[in-house]
């Protein structure tokens, strides 16, 4: 008789197990700037923004308007609303300087007002309000008039987030002849010992006209992989760079850890959603299509290079930190053109 117990207990047990091992291996995709009428400049409602992201397939989405507090209790959802979707309350800091910040998980609005001759201490008070307010800060699209250099944003203690790509067409991701890319200021920011995660995020304002000159939704999203669809699960996994983050590529693995980052894109899911009218590559000088995935140490020196649907790399004492980056290069028209998945980096703990 105990021995049945026994057993039963073990295959309860065992059971549990599973199924929280399953639990921890959702992913989830998300949009976390998004904006509505009630910024003067978008053309949609909070509710007509929020059935957007529900009925093409995302998972949560943050509300992020300038300098209001849009509570996700007072928005409607879709009458056909599916058990998996959130909206996760937020804010953008639009604050002095073009420093703007999403607060991401707050409880209620945060002051823009401060100002001060420093950049980094008007993002530093963006972050402090927003911890505050029992949230977290992403740092908004530096290259929006070339506002945050490296040097802003070293000082800022607390500040794990930042958008690496941002959707809107006029926030120069790559910066020009004359300045740098959101993506050489991250390795920067990463050679220098801070902790910081990339971001992709929409930015979106127009949902009624889709034109590339429009800021339109469904082109930077990030993908967590979380116990839960809940605000306080999503954010803790994004502050332990447990997501990837995308302008038009899926991937079926990503594994990283102190020895190995693994990544296996899915082909499939990428082709399905670069088949929309909204997404927007980035032109290309390249001559040959196909999947390309790097791995980038230190000053974003490249570590490996890989052509094909899957790479590894193994991690050694030598890496200050080690992330991943997917080009996919398509050709239209004798046109080249690029989209992206990031990996977020693993740090040497030496």
């Not at 002095?96 to 980094?120: G, L, Q, R, V």
Request: hydrophobic share 35%; proline share 3%.
């Amino acid at each position: 008789m105990k021995s049945k117990i026994c057993i039963r207990y073990f295959l309860l047990i065992s059971l549990l197990f599973t199924l929280n091992s399953a639990i921890a291996d959702q992913w989830f995709r998300g949009n976390t700037h998004a904006h509505t009428v009630l910024s003067g400049h978008a053309d949609s409602s909070p509710e007509d923004v929020a059935k957007w992201y529900h009925d093409h397939g995302y998972h949560f989405l943050v509300l992020s308007e300038h300098n209001k507090f849009i509570n996700p209790r007072n928005v409607k959802l879709p009458d056909n609303r599916r058990n998996n979707f959130i909206l996760i309350p937020g804010e953008e800091i639009t604050g002095k300087k073009m420093i703007h910040t999403t607060a991401m998980n707050i409880k209620k609005i945060i002051p823009w007002d401060y100002d001060n001759e420093e950049n980094s201490a008007i993002i530093q008070n963006h972050v402090d309000g927003t911890i505050k307010t029992g949230g977290q800060a992403i740092l908004n699209h530096p290259n929006f008039h070339y506002a945050i250099s490296v040097k802003d944003m070293l000082p800022v203690k607390n500040l794990y987030l930042f958008e690496l790509f941002n959707g809107h067409p006029a926030v120069h991701n790559f910066g020009d002849l004359e300045h740098p890319s959101t993506e050489f200021i991250w390795d920067q920011l990463l050679t220098q010992g801070m902790h910081i995660y990339g971001v992709s995020s929409d930015d979106a304002h127009h949902f009624k006209e889709i034109a590339h000159n429009r800021s339109n939704p469904g082109r930077g999203w990030v993908m967590v992989k979380a116990s839960k669809l809940d605000s306080d699960e999503i954010l803790k996994a994004m502050l332990d760079g447990e997501f990837y983050s995308s302008n038009g590529v899926f991937l079926k693995t990503y594994d990283r850890d102190n020895e190995t980052y693994t990544i296996e894109i899915d082909d499939i899911k990428t082709q399905q959603i670069l088949s929309s009218a909204v997404i927007n590559g980035n032109k290309s000088a390249g001559v040959e299509s196909g999947y390309t995935i790097e791995f980038i140490g230190q000053n974003g020196n490249l570590l490996k290079k890989v052509k094909g649907l899957s790479g590894t790399y193994e991690i050694n004492k030598s890496n200050l930190y080690v992330r991943a980056k997917v080009t996919f290069t398509r050709n239209r028209n004798n046109n080249y053109e690029e989209f992206y998945a990031w990996g977020q980096p693993v740090f040497n703990n030496k």
